[in-house]
């Protein structure tokens, strides 16, 4: 249920609805600006996008549906759509908002005649007008109004235009009149023995034996061709003349898959490239904070308090929330690449090598939704209607490259790995996070073939890949920017609530119990004797036997142990575990320049290349996130399955970094 403050409960609730691409989510964006949350729709256990208009008689809840051609279910996101408007809830729900896409009406309007069969009060938002257009086809909002008896906005989401509109005819919607037949009488008699006044209509919508009648069929395509009586035929062919061009080359068999790894090469490399002001100013704002706090506050806090907040608050979450320019520089490429339609082609790509392994185009998204977050990726598989299919995907989804791991890969490259040029615009460095990336993706396919192949009894006939591909669009700056915040958002509230808690318990367990300081033992001497002697250390040092084959030391593994969490924590534990070390001062916060300076009491360095890449790999492979396991276990309906894969890809990481040390020490490299 929704865990909404009471006071939102009596709400109007405001549903989102249309085909895929149609630009509803920009639209809801656009609607709500930025307030928004992930919540549950009432009666409806599943994570939606929420978001609220506030007006002067009261506070609107907009719910982000996603996105579907029909009210009859193929996939488990389709089903969604159906639970909101035709379930138990769907009496609390007060107004639906059907967009439309203008440049393509004929496709998009057999939705909205399911939509006003139900009853509710409708809003109709042509969107994309702009474009329709410019390509001379026919936008008949009058026709539309006069048919319908309801609002009709035109709208452009990307720029904005028509928005304020739309919220003004949200107080203005009220149920389709019935202007069209669709062998009504029959339907009626069918399902005379239904209760409420619109059970006809849905049953209707939505046959109860699966099947349509044929006279309803007609019937819809019949208003249809009503509504668009006179459009151009060839309207719809010119628009998407353009990305037919385009897609000669971008959809080339070799030009394609060569065109994405470059533009993916080039944007990791910018990551680098672009954020390193960014991340030196904000190192350097948490330096300067931890001094004013050692500076002004250290009397008044004393020597634990001015410890608590120096090394475990700010050297632990600000070593994380340091990354945030790259992050943010990622998913702003990422988002621009999404938004202007290119994103979609790349289903078609590798569409013919994914069913070799078991999986299809429509594996795709879920599983670029993966590098974003492994949660959202999971969720995505909703609209997979194999189910072998659907559970293979979540299977393989967490060996995405998410934003988690972006930190870890950073600190530890920038650290330890040159950034040669290579050819111009691209350096060792964005190679080998390219590489990464790489790597996680061919294990993902890797392990979908192996278990594609021994569970041949189980899968089913995989159906052909039919996706319909968006026409290029420039992307909104706005749009994109909004997207940012949100990602953003959602990285600073872990970083200011479970990295925080965990930095917290970190420095606890570094920091007790205290040791004395005997006369004549330098500093830097009980610093030492501090940690090895404290919980951490104990720890630390217990599970050292374990990771060592590793070539990680007892530090090393306090950071891998805590990052089981959430991976970025690795960062913030090395920030707490380093600070206290004798290569600190008030002149020296960069955390990668105490790792490179780390070394084992006969001089040899802690972060060797062997040990670098093992860490790489562990964390490749490793399924560190408690939130991602509750997620699987709830779409996949099975602790066994979660657990199992949770454990599986630890072994897999184990063995895999295991194999990599071992191999670069034995050619020199440890």
């Known amino acids: 249920m929704n865990a909404a403050a009471p006071a939102a409960a009596s709400a109007r609730q405001v549903a989102l609805v249309g085909n895929p691409n149609v630009g509803k989510s920009t639209l809801f964006n656009g609607l709500t600006g930025l307030r928004q949350r992930v919540a549950n729709f009432p009666g409806v256990t599943v994570d939606l996008r929420e978001g609220t208009v506030t007006r002067p008689d009261g506070v609107l809840r907009v719910f982000d549906l996603p996105g579907t051609y029909s009210l009859r279910p193929n996939a488990v996101d389709e089903a969604i759509v159906s639970d909101v408007l035709l379930g138990p809830a769907a009496g609390d729900l007060d107004t639906v908002v059907v967009v439309l896409d203008a440049t393509n009406l004929r496709r998009n309007l057999f939705l909205l005649s399911e939509v006003a069969d139900l009853g509710k009060p409708v809003v109709v938002a042509l969107n994309m007008v702009d474009e329709a257009r ?357 990285f600073l509230k872990r970083a200011g609530t479970v990295i925080f808690v965990i930095s917290v318990v970190l420095w606890v367990l570094m920091t007790f119990p205290r040791q004395d300081q005997p006369p004549g033992m330098s500093d830097e001497e009980h610093q030492a004797v501090s940690l090895r002697e404290s919980y951490a250390g104990k720890l630390g040092h217990a599970i050292e036997p374990v990771v060592k084959p590793l070539g990680y030391d007892w530090k090393i593994g306090i950071g891998v142990i805590a990052s089981f969490a959430a991976r970025e924590v690795f960062v913030g534990t090395m920030g707490v575990v380093y600070s206290v070390g004798d290569e600190v001062d008030e002149e020296s916060q960069d955390l990668r320049a105490v790792m490179q300076a780390e070394t084992y009491p006969d001089g040899r360095k802690v972060f060797s290349l062997a040990t670098v890449f093992s860490l790489l790999v562990f964390y490749v492979f490793a399924l560190q996130c408690g939130a991602t396991v509750a997620v699987v276990k709830r779409e996949a309906k099975s602790w066994a399955f979660a657990l199992g894969q949770l454990f599986g890809f630890l072994g897999l990481a184990y063995v895999s970094a295991f194999v990599v040390y071992q191999g670069m020490c034995a050619l020199g490299y440890g």
Not at 276 to 300: A, K, N, Q, R, Y
Request: hydrophobic content about 50%; proline content about 5%.
């Open 134 to 490: 410019r390509a001379g086809v026919d936008v008949p909002s009058e026709r539309l109004r006069g048919m319908l008896g309801v609002p009709v906005v035109e709208t452009v989401a990307s720029t904005g235009e028509g928005v304020d509109a739309l919220r003004a005819a949200l107080e203005q919607a009220k149920p389709v009149e019935r202007t069209w037949h669709f062998a009504e009488a029959e339907l009626e008699e069918k399902y005379a023995a239904a209760e409420g006044e619109h059970a006809w209509a849905k049953a209707r919508s939505l046959d109860r034996d699966g099947q349509r009648s044929e006279a309803e069929v007609a019937g819809r395509y019949g208003w249809i061709n009503d509504v668009l009586l006179g459009a151009d035929p060839q309207a719809l062919t010119k628009l998407r003349g353009r990305s037919e061009r385009i897609d000669r080359y971008l959809l080339h068999p070799v030009l394609g898959p060569l065109a994405f790894l470059l533009i993916m090469g080039l944007l990791f490399q910018s990551i680098f490239t672009w954020a390193g002001p960014l991340m030196d100013g904000i190192e350097g704002g948490f330096g300067w904070l931890g001094g004013l706090v050692t500076t002004h506050l250290s009397e008044s806090l004393g020597e634990l308090g001015t410890s608590l907040v120096v090394d475990g608050i700010i050297g632990g979450v600000g070593s994380v929330i340091v990354f945030l320019p790259q992050i943010l520089i990622l998913f702003f490429f990422i988002g621009l690449l999404e938004d202007t339609g290119y994103m979609a082609r790349a289903a078609f790509l590798v569409d013919r090598p994914l069913r070799a392994v078991g999986l299809s185009g429509r594996s795709f998204i879920p599983l670029l939704s993966g590098f974003a977050c492994a949660i959202p990726g999971v969720m995505a598989t909703r609209t997979i209607s194999n189910r072998f299919e659907r559970w293979l995907a979540i299977l393989v989804t967490p060996l995405m490259t998410c934003s988690a791991r972006l930190p870890v890969y950073t600190l530890l490259i920038a650290a330890f790995v040159p950034n040669t040029g290579l050819v111009p615009g691209v350096g060792l460095q964005g190679l080998i996070m390219l590489g990464l990336y790489l790597l996680g993706i061919l294990s993902a396919v890797a392990v979908a073939f192996l278990v594609h192949r021994a569970s041949h009894k189980q899968r089913g006939r995989l159906l052909p890949l039919v996706v319909e591909l968006p026409p290029y669009r420039r992307p909104s700056l706005v749009a994109t920017l909004l997207k940012l915040r949100v990602r953003g958002g959602d």
